[in-house]
């Protein structure tokens, strides 16, 4: 299980960052031994590539926390609401 305040820095860095917007939403949750796991959903993500929705999410990780934080991130997804509609 990952520390809490690991947990909260990476949160603050994407919801204080780039996915400020009171319909962004972050999830953090554990991921396996001492891993995080992401779901980010937004809007800022419609009609973008799964490779350039990777981007965005590591750009803010990787210029907002030092890489003993970032680096606790086993896995990140990012979705728009319009992807969600479509399943």
């Known amino acids: 299980m990952t520390d809490e305040h690991v947990k909260k820095k990476v949160y603050n ?6 996915f400020s ?18 779901v980010i959903f937004s809007r ?3 009609g973008r590539s799964m490779k350039e929705k990777h981007d965005l999410i590591w750009s803010e990780l990787k210029q907002k926390l ?4 970032w680096g ?3 896995l990140s997804i990012g979705a728009s609401p319009e992807e969600i ?3």
């Open 44 to 46: 800022k993500f419609n």
């Open 85 to 87: 509609k479509a399943t």
């Open 13 to 18: 860095a994407l919801k204080k960052g780039y």
């Open 21 to 38: 917007d009171p319909d962004d939403a972050v999830d953090i949750s554990d991921g396996p031994e001492d891993s995080i796991h992401l």
């Open 66 to 69: 030092d890489v003993d934080t």
């Open 72 to 74: 606790k991130v086993s």
